[in-house]
């Protein structure tokens, strides 16, 4: 059972977050998609998704998912099995901290997948953001500020990726995998 990671990627952070992702599980367990490249409805191909979206400006959503928004709502992704990954800068945007995250998850949500890979709320400032859940416990998926942050994305990938694994597994037995070291 293969991960169909999607994103969409402006600066290249996201890529690069996602190519970090694929490189620590495997090509043999990853297959990587740009949105700007790839029909949002080869989604429909996988049981589990990965999906990578950043917050834009003043709690806009990314261009490359802003183009295929509205084809979201036509997928039939009842029971997939999705985690989020969200890039945003707390500082400069800190009042809409991944909120295209979050409006992605309420979207996805409202499809009938189940979610994982939950992430706490802690070692972040900002002001507001609608990619939280839990009483702002948890973000919805893994937070990454690129911008102020940086030297904490790959410490946040290893603690994240073995947990949505595991969470995968949980829901999925069939799926196998081996969890990437935990560094």
Not at 35 to 45: F, G, N, S, V
Not at 89 to 100: I, K, P
Request: with cysteine.
């Amino acid at each position: 059972m293969k991960i169909g990671l999607f994103y969409g990627s402006s600066t290249c952070y996201t890529e690069m977050v996602a190519e970090k992702i694929q490189a620590l599980l495997g090509d043999e367990l990853v297959s990587l998609h740009n949105l700007k490249d790839t029909p949002i409805d080869e989604m429909t191909h996988y049981p589990v998704l990965m999906l990578g979206i950043s917050t834009w400006d003043f709690g806009e959503i990314q261009e490359d998912w802003l183009a295929s928004w509205d084809a979201l709502d036509s997928l039939d992704l009842q029971g997939k099995i999705v985690a989020l990954f969200g890039l945003g800068d707390q500082t400069g945007y800190g009042e809409w901290f991944l909120d295209a995250m979050g409006l992605l998850h309420d979207k996805l949500l409202v499809k009938g997948c189940q979610l994982v890979g939950y992430w706490p709320n802690e070692g972040y400032q900002f002001d507001a953001s609608k990619a939280l859940v839990d009483g702002g416990r948890y973000f919805v998926g893994l937070a990454l500020d690129e911008t102020s942050q940086y030297e904490l994305t790959d410490q946040r990938l290893a603690n994240w990726l073995p947990q949505v694994l595991d969470e995968i597994t949980t829901l999925a037995p069939e799926f196998s995998h081996t969890a990437p070291a935990n560094g």
